[in-house]
């Protein structure tokens, strides 16, 4: 594997740096005010990134339609650092987002080599029954296995059709070791993304990604196979809008330059169209729009690209990453509530060897897995939160106060949380779509 390509599927800890300077990806702090639910996983800078998210707010703030999707790979249980994007994907669901759900069975099967039927039940039972657990409303939810999903496995096909080996080994490292089924797993991920933007679902629309950095890569590939089934290239130019053609018809560029010649002053060339003197700012949005909907009348997808925002690993309790594959490092949303508290309480801190140096130098919660875990996932309340991490700092505070408290709210959140998910257990198969 190339030293400068993110592998998605290696599990490590990524460089997120990088990503800012080198792959466009943005600070999302900015953006928050607009929102009308600002998330703690935002408040608190653990989603930290985005691609175009600034599109996903104006169709908040407009209450225009948009989408957000997201997938699991089922290859073990779900655990709270996964529980993240069910979170994410329940916020935006409750901003007014179209939810998109896959399991990634397809996925799991080649790059984990676990059975289908094996997904299937780790899928039912731990991703899609915590997901409603913890707030999804199922009834307006779109959930499906990758396998058993034949209009998405068409739309895999079509990716296919616009992308080729060279890409995938530039985005991912592949060679020509590479299993083609692994390939076809990354296409999966592609139509899995653009899915939301089907006819079956209202056609073109915003859509959001929440992932980890790791998947960046999944975005990248995607946006560029949405660009390449557009029909129609639009930019501004100067004082002008151009419309170029990368695959329409002569017939169909002259349907839009009858469209679009009452938005200003328009010349027709082969293969493109320019715009002059476009009355105000808006009119670029309303003539991407125009072409959009030109398109998709003649047949094509009109794709957006594809949004995303991005949030940073967990860490394991031991250290390190939260990984299924080491128990100790994780805490799933299925295990004994008694169980998780020892975790918790055996958990690696950013407390002082001694007690006496721990008072006179303070602590380090940026260090502190116990301290992440509060964060991240166990206060909800800001005031609270800035007081323990001052009382750490200050060294008036020790860890087996914060392994105490940590410990009974993660026993607490597992009570309720599994009295739930008996609750949703009942009906999942009727909210399966496939
Ligand atoms: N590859 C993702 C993971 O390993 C799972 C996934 C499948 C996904 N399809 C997706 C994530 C679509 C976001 C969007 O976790
Ligand atoms: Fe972590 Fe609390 Fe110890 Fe500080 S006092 S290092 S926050 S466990």
């Keep these: 594997m190339n030293e400068d390509k993110i592998d998605p599927w290696a599990s490590k800890v990524i460089e997120t740096k990088k990503l800012f300077e080198e792959f466009g990806i943005e600070e ?8 009308p639910i600002k998330h703690r996983l935002l408040r608190r800078g653990m989603i930290s990134g985005h691609r175009d998210y600034d599109r996903i707010v104006d169709a908040i703030e407009r209450r225009e339609d948009f989408a957000v999707m997201s997938g699991f790979m089922p290859s073990g249980e779900a655990h709270i650092g996964n529980k993240m994007v069910m979170e994410e994907i329940i916020w935006h669901q409750q901003m007014g ?8 069975d397809m996925e ?22 915590s997901m409603i657990a913890l707030g999804l409303d199922p009834e307006k939810a779109h959930i499906y296995f990758q396998s058993k999903n034949f209009k998405l496995r068409d739309l895999m096909f079509e990716t296919g059709i616009v992308s080729n080996f060279s890409t995938l080994g530039a985005i991912y490292g592949f060679s020509g070791e590479t299993s083609i089924s692994h390939a076809i797993s990354a296409l999966t991920q592609s139509a899995d993304i653009l899915y ?9 629309k915003p859509v959001v ?7 960046d890569p999944h975005i990248r590939l995607t946006r560029d196979i949405a660009s390449k089934f557009r029909k129609f290239r639009v930019e501004q130019r100067g004082d002008y809008v151009s419309i170029r053609s990368r695959s329409a018809s002569e017939k169909l560029i002259h349907k839009l330059f009858d469209k679009i010649k009452e938005y200003g002053t328009v010349k027709k060339y082969k293969g493109h169209i320019d715009v002059f003197n476009l009355e105000s700012d808006q009119n670029l949005k309303v003539i991407e729009e125009l072409v959009r909907k030109t398109e998709v009348e003649e047949g094509g997808y009109g794709f ?12 394991g309790l031991t ?12 805490i799933s949303l299925t295990e004994k509530p008694e169980d998780a508290a020892k975790k918790v309480k055996r958990a690696k801190t950013g407390g002082r060897v001694t007690i006496n140096e721990q008072r006179e130098k303070g602590g380090e919660p940026e260090k502190c897995a116990v301290f992440e875990l509060l964060l991240f996932h166990l206060i909800e309340d800001d005031e609270e939160i800035d ?10 505070r020790v860890c087996g106060e914060c392994k105490a408290l940590a410990a009974d709210l993660i026993e607490e959140f597992l009570i309720d949380h599994q009295e739930k998910r008996e609750e949703a257990a009942d009906r999942i198969d009727e909210y399966l779509e496939a």
């Design 28 to 35: 999302i702090m900015p953006l928050m005010e607009r929102l």
């Design 319 to 330: 250290g390190g990453k939260m990984s299924s594959s080491k128990p100790e490092s994780y």
């Design 387 to 396: 007081r323990i991490r001052e009382e750490c700092k200050e060294g008036e």
């Design 209 to 215: 990604i929440p992932v980890g950095f790791d998947q």
């Design 196 to 204: 939301p933007q089907l006819k079956e679902f209202g056609g073109p």
């Design 97 to 104: 987002g179209e939810a998109f759900v896959a399991i990634a």
């Design 108 to 129: 799991a099967h080649v790059v984990r080599g676990v059975s289908f039927e094996k997904c299937r039940r780790l899928g039912i039972e731990g991703y899609i029954t």
């Design 304 to 315: 957006h690209l594809p949004s995303s925002i991005y949030h940073r690993f967990t860490s």
